[in-house]
């Protein structure tokens, strides 16, 4: 397997733009996570779903993200409209609770909202 | 929920000494403890995990801790190499049957040559 696949790797787009980042998960993988890594604040959960429906979204910042999960290979992170202090990178992460519990990583979106 | 606190935030050490790194947790119920090693430009990789039914495990030169009483857990690194450089993140899950893994903020390691 490819492992978790992000894309893009790098965006940079100005403020007030809409902004998608794309994740496809393992296969078989019915867990998968975005995060948001910042140095200030470290290792941010966004969003969590299991089996393809939201399980905890309390991490989302405001009404300006949106995630969403069409299905089990495939998931969205929406930033409209995008806001300077929204430059982060952000990562996805999938895992197979029970069975493993290990998340693994994709590589990361660099986001720069100028 | 989950509380994970990490120290330090930065260490520097030279090549060939030890590295202890170590993070507390709040959630008595948690009992699956990753550490993830993330290098420049990549996303965290898992290096090494303990369950709370262990209170020791070692690979090679890395080593994980668990105090389950005083809800604390640490990695050691022997003998380090340049190529640990990176930021290191322990995690903590499993409280109230939870997947969702709650991060420590990071412990920048360098190694110097």
């Known amino acids: 397997d490819a492992g978790v696949i992000q894309s893009p790797r790098h965006e940079v787009t100005e403020m007030g733009q809409e902004v998608t980042l794309r994740c496809k998960p393992i296969?078989?993988?019915?867990?998968l996570f975005w995060y948001r890594q910042t140095m200030m604040r470290g290792l941010e959960l966004l969003i969590y779903f299991n089996n393809n429906v939201p399980i905890d979204d309390s991490g989302m910042p405001e009404d300006r993200f949106s995630a969403k999960m069409p299905n089990a290979s495939f998931s969205t992170l929406k930033i409209q409209p995008s806001e300077p202090r929204d430059s982060a990178v952000y990562f996805c992460a999938s895992s197979l609770p029970p069975v493993n519990t290990e998340a693994f990583f994709g590589q990361g979106t660099r986001l720069t909202v100028v | 929920g989950e509380n994970v606190e990490q120290h330090p935030s930065t260490l520097s050490v030279q090549e060939g000494d030890s590295a202890v790194i170590k993070c507390t947790y709040s959630?008595?119920?948690?009992?699956?403890f990753p550490w993830y090693k993330q290098e420049l430009g990549k996303g965290p990789q898992l290096i090494i995990d303990?369950?709370?039914?262990?209170g020791e495990k070692k690979d090679q030169r890395i080593a994980v801790t668990l105090n389950k009483t005083a809800k604390h857990f640490s990695l050691h690194i022997t003998e380090t190499q340049p190529e640990d450089s990176a930021v290191y993140f322990c995690a903590a899950m499993g409280g109230g049957g939870s997947y969702i893994p709650t991060f420590g903020r990071g412990t920048s390691l360098i190694v110097h040559p």
């Open positions: 303990i369950r709370s039914n262990v």
């Open positions: 296969s078989g993988h019915n867990s």
């Open positions: 959630d008595s119920a948690s009992n699956y």
